[in-house]
């Protein structure tokens, strides 16, 4: 833990020239170097939206709201969240406003999608949302064990002279014995394979914000799956024993492949079925028309076809003597 802690420390004026470093660019590159230089080095930021990412922000705000709420001793308003979630939320701040859109402008948007049922849970959003209204808001954030300390608590520190780690925490509980416990919401369709959680790096990286934040890491972690009304924790194997210094090899090892590829300047691309989500992927559904195909060197696998067969540069198909076997 000493040691953990020293590779820590608050971000100066002279730490300014450090790369910054999130859990989702961590997360890309581990992925594929390939699609990280494409977006975060050669600067190809797609605007594009999606039903998942859209309902995910508006639920995500009226959870962080209800928060904020007990956090202030207030009375909680469902009402209120349940408006906030049908009609949208307007973020303002010192730069901007970000207007959220609400359910009733997201069933219009994405109308197929939204009463379409998927594979996983069987589901359709109209459906998913009767759970969230019914089971999810009014439980959540209500436990007499745990007491919420922060909601969308950000956080910046220098991580081993070498990064800036910044990034928001959806929520920080304390218990009587002042132990932390962070839960992490998500608006996916299914929970996590087992082989995902026992090092998982976002809540690594959670728990080194925490050690600079609050002097002490997590003892308990949470993943919310918010539309399906399901939790994993420690009881369904998040963050196994010696987890912490895992990802810390983990993300020392990151850390150093970004250097050395940044010296030679090559970012070799990593085709796994991932690739039908890439919005580099021309016939992926999240592909942006003003970069849709940059990449050439992709799986084929669809959701139709379970390929293990990859497509190089030259357009030629190559089939994979090793087949790598995803859960989605």
């Known amino acids: 833990m000493t040691e953990i802690s020293q590779k820590i420390r608050q971000v100066t004026e002279e730490d300014k020239g450090l790369p910054y470093l999130s859990y989702s660019k961590e997360s890309n590159f581990d992925h594929c170097p390939l699609s990280h230089k494409l977006k975060y080095i050669d600067k190809n930021f797609s605007k594009k939206s999606s039903l998942p990412m859209e309902i995910g922000s508006i639920l995500h705000k009226a959870l962080e ?21 049908e009609e949208g939320y307007l973020e303002t701040d010192e730069k901007s406003d970000n207007h959220i859109l609400g359910i009733k402008d997201l069933k219009k948007k994405y109308f197929d999608e939204f009463f379409t049922a998927d594979s996983k849970s069987g589901m359709n959003y109209s459906e998913k949302m009767d759970i969230f209204y019914n089971k999810v808001l009014p439980s959540r954030i209500d436990s007499k064990e745990w007491t919420p300390v922060a909601v969308e608590q950000r956080f910046e520190f220098v991580y081993d002279d070498r990064v800036i780690i910044h990034g928001f925490i959806d929520r920080v509980d304390k218990n009587a014995k002042e132990q932390l416990r962070i839960t992490d919401y998500k608006s996916s369709k299914a929970v996590f394979r087992d082989a995902d959680i026992k090092t998982p790096m976002q809540h690594v990286i959670y728990d080194l914000a925490c050690i600079h934040l609050y002097g002490q890491p997590a003892t308990d972690h949470v993943y919310d799956f918010i539309l399906i009304d399901a939790i994993q924790g420690a009881d ?93």
Not at 65 to 85: P, Q
Not at 239 to 249: F, P, Q
Not at 265 to 283: A, D, Q, R
Not at 293 to 307: A, M
Request: proline share 8%.
């Open 236 to 328: 369904e194997g998040v963050c196994t024993k010696g987890y912490l210094n895992r990802g810390i090899k983990k993300l020392d090892k990151v850390l150093n492949e970004m250097d050395e590829m940044e010296i030679k300047g090559e970012y070799p691309p990593k085709p796994t079925p991932l690739c039908y989500w890439c919005p580099f992927h021309s016939t992926s559904p999240n592909a942006d028309p003003k970069f849709s195909g940059l990449c050439q060197y992709h799986s084929l696998w669809t959701p139709e076809k379970k390929s293990f067969a990859v497509l190089n540069p030259y357009g030629q198909e190559i089939k994979k003597e090793t087949k790598r076997k995803l859960v989605f």
């Open 65 to 85: 709201l209800k928060g904020r709420m007990i956090m202030e001793g207030k009375t909680v308003d469902y009402d209120y969240l349940k408006s906030i979630t």
